[in-house]
């Protein structure tokens, strides 16, 4: 069964600690991994995808395939990174993507 | 706003009757998605349409129904409303479909749907 889980409810942090949140999914194949954003009255919106391999805002995300993770990693957390992201699979040959329940990161002055 | 618009915002009903969600997609994206969150839950893909036609269901129930139209926009009709179906219904849209190799998928605001 195709699965994305996003163990931590709710993250906090203080202002330049390190930030990881996890998602580790479920997918028999090779799927493509996203993070999806949601800031405060904002609408969802992409932040990065593992085929990008590039860095957003500070984040970066490494799909490991041996530990089907997709962990997304801050070295230095700042106010405005509070928000809700989302964690999503897209599999082979399709385009809906499978969403986890979301962590909510707080990121404290 | 060339992003994707849903309407309404809000909308409070009662058990039993019938609801219709919409969704422009933005200019040039030939695909929508449907997604249903409820309380708790991550955002579960309903339904897809590419150019209007299905392209694919996910845990849709029979109770509700999707189209689009030749404008590209799309609704989301709810029928036989239970207090279950309370949920945030997000439409999103890309430009393409069915391929798996659509780009980005861009998202609406939402409708905030409350069964009394």
């Known amino acids: 069964a195709q699965r994305v889980t996003q163990p931590e409810k709710l993250l906090s942090v203080f202002k330049g600690a390190p930030v990881e949140l996890k998602c580790n999914y479920s997918y028999s194949g090779s799927p493509e991994l996203f993070w999806y954003v949601q800031y405060s009255r904002q609408r969802l919106q992409l932040l990065l995808r593992h085929i990008s391999r590039e860095s957003i805002k500070g984040f970066t995300a490494d799909l490991n395939k041996g530990e089907t993770s997709f962990h997304l990693k801050k070295p230095f957390a700042q106010e405005e990174d509070s928000a809700m992201y989302y964690c999503a699979l897209k599999g082979r040959g399709t385009d809906k993507l499978i969403f986890g329940t979301g962590t909510r990161l707080q990121v404290f002055p | 706003d060339s992003g994707v618009t849903q309407t309404p915002k809000h909308l409070i009903t009662a058990t039993g009757q019938r609801v219709t969600l919409r969704c422009s997609p933005r200019s040039g994206d030939l695909s929508v998605y449907w997604y249903q969150q409820s309380l708790d839950q991550g955002l579960q893909f309903l339904i897809q349409?590419?150019?209007?036609?299905?392209?694919a269901k996910g845990n849709i129930l029979e109770r509700f129904s999707a189209q689009q139209f030749p404008d590209l926009h799309s609704e989301l009709n709810l029928s036989s409303l239970e207090l279950g179906d309370s949920a945030l219904y997000f439409c999103?849209?890309?430009?393409?479909?069915?391929?798996?190799?659509?780009?980005?998928?861009?998202f609406g605001p939402g409708t905030r749907l409350t069964v009394l």
């Open positions: 349409y590419y150019n209007g036609e299905e392209r």
């Open positions: 999103a849209s890309s430009v393409g479909g069915g391929t798996g190799r659509v780009g980005e998928q861009f």
